[in-house]
């Protein structure tokens, strides 16, 4: 079964966007929009966007490096 171009590229950046407006919108809520709390947002955003893309290449990347695991080590 091919991988559709949707959950390949787009769902990834779904999933990122949820996670920044629940997160985010909390971090608004409690006022706690200092520097620090957007500098950490930031990272664990890009840390989330990262690690769903590398769940939904799996399989090229286990091609790839000839690792079934290999997107656990690229997360």
Known sequence: MRPEIIDLWFMPLV??????V???????????????TKRIWCCAFLF??????????HVQLASTFGWRNAWIVCS
């Open 15 to 20: 999933f990122g966007g949820i996670f920044a």
């Open 22 to 36: 629940l997160s985010g919108g909390f971090m608004m809520l409690v006022r706690g929009n200092t520097p620090r």
């Open 48 to 57: 989330e966007v990262g690690f769903v893309y590398c769940m939904a290449w």
